[in-house]
């Protein structure tokens, strides 16, 4: 049974809800297609964990995506996440980025932008500054602005015998204007006290007993997360038919044979011009048969 699991838990007695991931497989997947630097790769595996933190929150179908954005020499990190805890994600580095470099070394001035994109529904997308020197400080700042609950995180990575691991909490006030303050920040001192080796160690229900043990605590089944990439070779041809066919021609002839390239999973499409041929013989077939 794989390691990669969401557990969300409620306390019983206050109107607070929490929830603890653990990502093992998923982080390393991600990460084994991509040479980043480590505080890159750390940042990914931060990232990780709290986008299967919000998307637990989801009440519909749909995905979140989790971005920052900088001017710094990390122009970009993205994780997306959906309903069924499929993870994907990626970095862009454009500069040297040093070993011991912060948040904000890494994306300069930037900002944290979260899109929640439901199956049936609008799209929304809410947009902070990144004023905190730690990923979990500017995502409390964004459900401080944009959701208006009281939130908290706690996002951790590390290696456990060579291999990286990624796992994190949160808690936050039940939406019936029942949580009281000074429950959520005994809890929240409680939580505060979590180790990485426990986190990475132990099982949810250990965890919730060496930090709640006073506490009555209900935790729900849990739910399975995979590294799951939506790429694949027709969307790629989809990607191509979306071009010029003179242009696409002129790109077979000066390289021989298109490829495109998934920087989520690090697969390779490679089109030739047998390929390319084929791709508007049947974009022309299936325009003239909606006609």
Request: hydrophobic content about 35%; aromatic content about 6%; proline content about 3%.
């Amino acid at each position: 049974m794989s390691n990669d699991q969401l557990h969300r838990y409620l306390f019983e007695d206050v109107s607070v809800r929490g929830e603890l991931v653990k990502l093992d497989e998923t982080y390393q997947r991600i990460l084994e297609n991509q040479n980043f630097p480590a505080p890159v790769n750390a940042l990914l595996g931060e990232m990780l964990a709290a986008t299967s933190l919000l998307t637990a929150t989801l009440k519909f179908n749909g995905s979140i995506t989790v971005q920052l954005q900088g001017d710094g020499p990390v122009s970009l990190a993205v994780i997306n996440g959906d309903h069924h805890q499929q993870l994907r994600g990626t970095a862009r580095v454009k500069g040297d980025v040093k070993e011991d470099a912060t948040l904000p070394e890494m994306m300069g001035k930037g900002q944290l932008v979260i899109t929640i994109e439901p199956v049936d529904g609008e799209r929304y997308q809410g947009i902070v500054g990144l004023e905190s020197d730690h990923l979990q400080g500017c995502l409390e700042d964004y459900f401080a602005r944009s959701e208006q609950l009281m939130t908290r995180l706690w996002l951790r990575t590390g290696e456990v015998d060579g291999k990286p691991h990624a796992a994190g909490m949160m808690l936050q006030v039940l939406p019936d204007d029942k949580g009281d303050e000074g429950d959520f920040d005994h809890l929240a001192q409680l939580t505060e006290t979590i180790k990485n080796d426990e986190l990475f160690s132990l099982s949810a229900k250990d965890v919730l007993y060496r930090l709640y043990h006073q506490e009555k605590v209900t935790l729900y089944p849990a739910q399975d997360v995979v590294f799951k990439c939506s790429c694949s070779r027709e969307r790629s041809a989809g990607a191509i038919a979306a071009i010029e066919r003179s242009e696409v021609d002129k790109m077979v002839a000066e390289m021989g044979t298109i490829h495109l390239h998934c920087d989520y999973c690090g697969t390779d499409y490679a089109f030739d011009s047998v390929d390319v041929a084929a791709i508007f013989e049947q974009n022309a077939s299936s325009s003239s048969q909606m006609q």
